[in-house]
């Protein structure tokens, strides 16, 4: 009752009342009423989404004040020493790795930018699955990196807080949260695939009451202590959490908890009955994890049965098999239910109930800094860790849930502390282990490798979700993080059950993604599940052993080695009776994955390295040995029948499978271990029995035969050669690689540096990509004393970036010094890791043009030999392999075979052979006693070579050898010689497959022990049964047998005289190979030099074997020069016979052949440069052109153009017009350019700006608006130029074509289907010869070259015929061309120009659409072409010449054309300027009552009337009508000069002036003296008092300095100067005049000697005066009277308006880009948080315009207009539809032009010179100022089209 009272009074003053109550002494009442008042607000039977009682709650915990007021009190009690924030995926923070004791640790950007790392190796990143700041946690980082505000540990001085203030929080809290559990509770349904929306509901209501508690949070420790308290207290728990007996909803609600906590254990209590009954189990040894007999056992619980019911139950082999883990485990809480004791118990097990949700995971993590919580919370994490886990698998969102998973573990396990404390109290490692295993155990099949039907193997699944989708990843990764702390990993060691259920974990991957070679028909479904595969060995097995390994360094820790090692053996022994394996692998099977000898193999590589235990002490017997060389070498010789094809049945992911396995990334945990295994096995057998087994195992013991011929049961003929160079170059590596044989790390780090650097120059981050270090990331840094920068410095030099002339990006690049190609280069090491096999020929090629180079050989190297590091003594059995005689025989016939020249020999074969010949001189055995152990048919042996050591062999002569051939060889025939290479190929073609059981009867016929079986076979294939014998033994005939047709040839043996030894075969090659009968002289040995022998071909190797000998050898070097002396020819039987001939034709034909296709390449060459020459010169200015296109043309017939699409050469007609193919694009470059020479900053601050009020486009269009208010509209719209912004520019490459032949393209490129980079629609197309991107066709004037001859001519007239001559020309009529295609086609052109640029850039006038607007916007047109190549020029014509831009200019065509369009328009006598400008006129006052007046001549703007009088007077004009015009306006421009001018002086100077000039005012040459005319001026401008009144303050204050004649004239020419390029420049282009270089100081003479206004270059010594250039046609003072009366007389304009347009300043500075910090930082950190300026919303991907610096929302649909986004539009706003925009989250660049874009690169590199694109690698970026002046450089020239070639649509969405 007495809380219903309490409901309704107002909650602060019933907050305030009960506090007080609660403060007494006796707070009973107080906290009867309390309880009541919660009862009745926090009632779970109301809807969660009632806020109510949130606020209730708020006003309660406050007692009385406001919530806001209470959190700051709290906040000030704070006492956390830790920072603690949390944040979510996709957040930016910062990692130290100088800083971090734990590689996870992380900062927040706040803390890393208030700590101090300079020069430390950090890098930002991009959050994955969420994560804390660690800043003030010393277990995880050190203290020097924390910021200020938590390196003060700023606990110590907070005052301790005071009891009451938190005293409703510890009352109300407890019930709050009880009240979200019962919602909870409530909600939970059991998934299907409809509740998942429910759960989802259920959250979404509880969201505020989560977001408060996580409010809460955030008040800091004084809050967090309470929170602590109440989520802890065991006693709280019990009193609630079941609610009061009466309560029936309490109960209910309980009930429902309890039901769900039933499930929760790894076995659920179903499966625990029927399980007693199903399982049988059997002990394994240690009696730690049983395994559980593969029976189909019964499915488990219902909720899983459905999960079990394969596709294929029908199949019984197929089926897939359960294994249940028997309950035998040590610990059977892990597999029970859980019960909790406290709040933060249940609140965690509903957090993984319904799938961490992102709220209640920030909210426990928000608590971590509490110290109490945090142990707390771990424990019961751990606690509920196989829950977890078991819900993960069932999750339909694993993805997600994963990363929630980790966010949360990753800060737990982290701390070595709390790790090595769970792991003692509540059995971390054991749980982790069970539930790994109980993982992995829903996806066990059959294993079928080796023997399918008996097998007893079970292996995971591959093709299964778990694996696919890695959801194992949270559990694994949880695992290595805990096993990097060294007392977790040592109670892991020392733990032998938890070891063997390890082992047994690890079986599972033994053998899995079993591949079997396809023989018949190519296999229809290729599986993608080898990714899977490898990804889960690498990381659930090889990534737990590389954790491992690193606590296993030091002698101390020898126990553990020597236990995993056992435990390793042993499970290998279980897993080779399981798979019913004995000596031989099952036939065209391979799995690349044997986990457990990986394991052996590290563990002991480790103990003989790092701990000294001896090698032999940790092997087994011989028998086992053999057994585990097996597999690995199985995979060997695999990878070579990939790469020779054979399995290409099995589709490209065989291919992928060899490629991952010697990947950067697996290959140390892959193929180095598997190598490292069979050179241990190989130091141990016998080294005859093993080499006979890598020939057996690679298909080619068939091959190793002397006769011409053979058969081979297993392979085709084209795979014999790729097999045999695979053996020959695995031995290679096999006795030569020695990187777990006793290199240091160091030297690892160098060599595999040197490989990578060889294949290819590597980006600084590609290389330590590809640089495989441990693979534990826990690792952290690459082991060694020697970092990676230091030896990266000692073996490479850097490249910078650079650029290539067309524009493409390069990256800084590191390339190998010169001496590490001459020492250090290893192609053995090469061919070990490189996953592509043409990355090898890559470093060859690399290899051989660095030796031609510096000029050390310029032939065809082979690869160098290298020496190798000494072995570790352990290891010294390994050289027994280079000294065996089964070796030794097979080198011996490889070199007869290859002498011989017999079928499948190649130079690879001989290159390797030598090779090995050459490991065996250099490691000689150290015991010279014969200690082989004897065996039956050693004798066999024997007879080849006396003894097993190279050196003593290499000269032993063989004489005969009795060999098995076909009967059908040729060595069967009595009366042939012993073997000819062309009879051998002539017979080639019957050594095909042999059919099936044949081989097999004899292979049944006899059995024999292991090892003498293999060695007996062996011999028995390669028939060495060599007889001495004392006459030559005459082969009996066999041809007289009757052979079955179809059945294989006969074997027979036939004896071969041979009497050759390994050294005479070496020297005869050597004969061969140099091609000369004596190319070794008997003495050659003595005058050798052996420096030169490190690099070259085989000669050099040859030679260099033989000094090595010789040196080593008295008796051989004796036997060299008895060969040598002899100096036999190799004697092939039958001398000078026709095949002799034969070969010596085909060598010549070959030597011609060569010579012919060099001749033909040079043509080739020759032509294609000088194609470049004339097509592609879009970069180099300095080339002059293949045809200039001006007009320049003094021929004496017309201008022919070449057609680049039907090739003919021919004029340009009315009826069949030529065109250049243009590009036509709006511009707006000139629009931004300021006055201000330095480029804008790029604002980084708040405080800073960007105002755009001063750019050349504004400044025009303020002009042009004034006019419009005062004057007449039709002579406004003649007075100013547009197109500053949105002008069209017009470029070509210069090439012609046909109009009609460009049609014809057109509509071929419309069929066309192939994905183009334009639209051919919107008119585009690329040019036919050049491929440059185009839009239009500008048609070519017909014309005579004879005309300009006359044009030409100086004329001596006067000025003032000149002048009415003009007039004249004006008055006539445009003639209207008569209808032609050609006039067709100038229209369309037009056309296609008006359609460039939008519309709002060519209305300027009042009346839309008017002739006077079109006029307007075709005269800009030229006016912006010539503005654009004085750009382009520099910005003056002091250069000269016709540069890049004169050449590629079209200005002459479109002068034409816009000419031809504008005789459309006659200007009205009336108001035509020429008169106004040469005559002195009667004033029609009456007229200019009705109308506005027209604009003084003062404000026009003078190049502007210059361009309309050029393009309205008929064409050609006369040159001596054009200078005139210039002459005239220069009147003109040298009178607004004075005008402005005179504004700058202060009153008293203009007086002086006016004075001053006033005298000279009658002089002879008063019309050509400034002083004058200046005066003049000023007197006639002072008639209008207005005029100079305005600020008058002002000027005396700029003016301080006063003004001499020297700065007068300098100010005036200044003035005039643009005027005057603009004019050159057209005459440049319409007469072809050629622009002179000169100095910047003398531009103005030289313009005005070349316009024609000054007689004559003039002497230096009398410097030009501008005034001296003036030629007047009437009295100069009248027409300035004239002029200035204009503006003197305008009544209505104030005068500061007249004075801003009396007042122009022509002068722009070259446009540029923004100015860009130095550090890409700045920018980002200011604008990646930025908020856009319309849209409010901070963007998804934030990007800055670099033209004027817009932040605009790309890709973002808040800011969409009309359906176009904001980066599209700003182009179009601010670039007429070009856009150069930066993307802050990638730091790239990309260009909008038009409806395409592109991705420009970056213009930000990090310390190597190299981009990061999204900020992958997220380290320190510096501007590239090259590349940003290239960027600016495309921009201002407009060549973004020509130079990127990577153009997509964009369909307005950036």
Known sequence: MMAASLLRRDKKATAAHLKADLNRTDNSSGVRQLQELLDAVLNPEKPAADTEALDWCKCLIAGGEGFEEFCKTVRSYDNATLCGLVWTANFVAYRCRSCGISPCMSLCAECFNNGDHTGHDFNMFRSQAGGACDCGDSNVMRESGFCRRHRLRTGENVPSIPRDLLLMSEMVLPRFILCIIQYLRDGYIEPDTSAERDLQKVLQQLEPQISFLEELTKMGGAMRTVLTKILTNQQ?????????????????????????????????????????????????????????????????????????????????????????????????????????????????????????????????????????????????????????????????????MSNRIVHISVQLFSNEELARHVTEECQLLD????????????????????????????????????????????????????????????????????????????????????????????????????????????????????????????????????????????????????????????????????????????????????????????????????????????????????????????????????????????????????????????????????????????????????????????????????????????????????????????????????????????????????????????????????????????????????????????QGMYTPKAEVWEKEFDPIMVVLRTVYRRDVQSAMDRYSAFLKQSGIHSGNPWPPYKERTPLHPCYKGLIKLLHCKTLHIVIFTLLYKIWMDHQNMSEHVLCMVLYLIELGLDNQVQDSKEDEEPCIEEHCHDSWFPGTNLLSNLHHVINFVRVRVPETAPEVKREAPPSTSTEASSYGQNSRRLTGNWRENLREAQVFSLVAERRRKFQEIINRSSTEATQVVRPKSSSTRWVPPGTPPQLVTEILEIRESMLSLLIKLHQKMSSKQNSLSASWLEDMDTSRHAHGDGITAIERILTKAATRSCQIKRSIQDICGKVCPPVPPKKNSPTDKKAMDKEERRQRARERQQKLLAEFASRQKSFMETAMDVESPDTEAAMDLGASEVMESEVLYDCVICGQSGPSTEDRPTGLVVLLQASSVLGHRCKNKEAKKLPTSDEEHIYPADTCGVAHDVRLTLMQRFFKDSSCLQSVSIGWDGGVYVQTCGHTLHIDCHKSYMESLRNDQVLQGFSVDKGEFTCPLCRQFANSVLPCRPGRGTE???????????????????????????????????????????????????????????????????????????????????????????????????????????????????????????????????????????????????????????????????????????????????????????????????????????????????????????????EALLSYVISELSKDKSVYKVNTEETSMLSSSVWSPQSIEFSLQQFCLPFLRLSCLLQHHLYGDNLTGCSEEEEFSSLAVCLGLLPSAPQPSNTVHSASCLEWAVSAFDLVTQWCAEVTGLSQMQSEQSLTLLVQDPQWAAPRLLQLPDNYNIIFQYYHRKACTSCKKVPKDPALCLVCGAFVCLKGVCCKQQGICECVLHSQHCGAATGIFLLINASVIIIIRGHRFCLWGSVYLDAHGEEDRDLRRGKPLFLCEERYRVLEQQWVSHTFDHINKRWGPHYNGL
């Open 236 to 400: 709280t728990f019990k009193e609630l959490s079941m609610g009061q007996e009466e309560n029936l909803y309490a109960k209910k609600n309980y009930d429902k908890y309890l039901s769900a906590l039933k499930n929760s254990g790894l076995v659920s209590v179903e499966e625990k009955a029927q399980g007693a009954t199903a399982d049988v189990t059997v002990g394994a040894e240690g009696g730690a994890g049983a395994m559980v007999l593969l029976g189909p056992s019964a499915p488990g619980s219902p909720d899983e049965s459905s999960k079990e019911e394969d596709t294929d139950a029908g199949q019984s082999v197929g089926q897939r098999k359960r294994v249940k883990l028997s309950s035998s485990t040590k610990d059977p809480s892990i597999i029970e239910s859980l019960k909790h004791k406290c709040f933060l118990e249940e609140l965690l097990f509903w957090t993984i109930k319904y799938e961490f949700p992102q709220k209640m995971v920030t909210f426990l993590l928000n608590m971590l800094p509490d110290q109490d919580y945090k142990i707390t919370f771990t424990k019961t994490f751990v606690q509920h860790y196989a829950f977890i886990m078991k819900t993960l698998m069932k999750s339909h969102e694993s993805d997600t």
């Open 431 to 810: 749980i982790m282990v069970t539930v790994l295993l109980y993982m992995m155990e829903s996806c066990l099949i059959k294993s079928e490798l080796q023997d399918e039907e008996n097998s007893r193997h079970v292996v995971v699944n591959c093709s299964e979700a778990l694996l696919k989708n890695n959801t194992y990843w949270p559990l694994v990764s949880d695992f290595i993080n805990i096993l990097s702390h060294q007392s977790v990993a040592k109670k892991f060691l020392e733990d032998h059950s938890l070891l063997m259920l390890w082992m047994s974990f690890v079986s599972f991957f033994q053998g899995m993604n079993l591949n079997k070679r396809e023989l018949n028909e190519h296999v229809e479904f290729e599986s993608q599940t080898y990714y899977a595969a490898f990804a889960a060995e690498l990381e659930a097995c090889a990534q737990p052993m590389w954790g491992l390994l690193t606590h296993c360094k030091v002698k101390e820790t020898q126990e553990y080695t020597k236990t995993v090692v056992r435990y390793c053996l042993e499970t290998l022994q279980i897993w080779f009776d399981a798979i019913g394996f004995i000596d031989e692998p099952a036939p065209n099977q391979v799995t690349f994955h044997l986990p457990l000898h990986r394991y052996y193999a590290m563990f002991l590589s480790k103990a003989v390295k790092c701990q000294g235990l001896d090698l032999d002490s940790l092997l087994p017997d011989q028998e086992m040995l053999m057994k585990i060389m097996v597999h690995p070498l199985q995979i060997q010789a695999c990878l070579s029948e990939i790469h020779s094809n054979m399995w290409v049945r099995n589709g490209l992911q065989i291919k992928g499978q060899a490629m991952t396995y010697v990947q950067s990334h697996f290959c140390n945990s892959m193929i180095d271990p598997d190598i490292y295994l069979l050179q241990v096995c190989a130091s141990r057998l016998d080294p005859d029995y093993f080499i006979s087994s890598v020939f057996e195992r690679f298909k080619v013991v068939d091959l190793l035969t002397m006769a011409s011929q053979h058969q081979n049961a297993v392979l085709d003929s084209e795979q014999e050669r790729p097999m045999l160079e695979g053996a020959l170059t695995f031995l290679v590596i096999l006795t030569s690689l020695r990187i777990h044989l006793g290199m240091t790390d160091d030297e690892i780090l160098r060599a595999e540096m040197v490989s990578q650097l060889c294949m290819n120059d590597r980006t600084h981050s590609a290389l330590l990509d590809l640089i495989p270090e441990n693979p534990n990331p826990k690792s952290g840094i690459v082991p060694g004393i020697c970092s990676f920068e230091e030896m990266l410095s000692a073996v490479a030099d850097f490249k910078a970036p650079v650029f290539e002339p067309g524009g493409s990006m390069q």
């Open 1348 to 1570: 300009a001859g006359a044009w030409h001519a100086p004329t001596n007239k006067k000025t003032c015929v000149l002048v009415k001559e003009v007039e004249d020309l004006q008055e006539k009529l445009g003639l209207f061309p008569t209808e032609s295609n050609l006039s067709k086609e100038m229209d369309l052109v037009i056309k296609d120009i008006k359609n460039t640029t939008q519309k709002k850039y060519m209305d300027y006038g009042k009346t839309p659409g008017s002739p006077d607007n079109d006029f307007l916007f075709m005269y800009s047109v030229a006016r912006t072409n010539l503005e654009l190549e004085l750009v382009h020029r520099g910005g003056n014509l002091c250069s000269g010449g016709a540069s890049a831009a004169a050449k590629r200019s079209c200005l002459n065509q479109l002068f034409h054309v816009l000419a031809m369009h504008m005789r459309l328009y006659s200007i009205d006598s009336a108001y035509n300027p020429w008169t106004k400008l040469t005559q002195i006129t009667q004033s029609k006052e009456a007229d200019f009552d009705e109308e506005r007046p027209e604009v003084p001549m003062l404000f026009r703007d003078v190049p502007s009337l210059l361009i309309i009088f050029v393009l309205t007077m008929p064409q050609p004009l006369r040159k001596e009508h054009f200078t005139c015009v210039v002459k005239m306006l220069y009147n003109l421009q040298f009178t607004q000069a004075l005008a402005a001018l005179s504004t700058k002086f202060s009153p008293e100077e203009r007086q002086a002036w006016s004075t001053s000039g006033a005298l000279k005012k009658n002089a002879a040459n008063a019309e050509k003296s400034f």
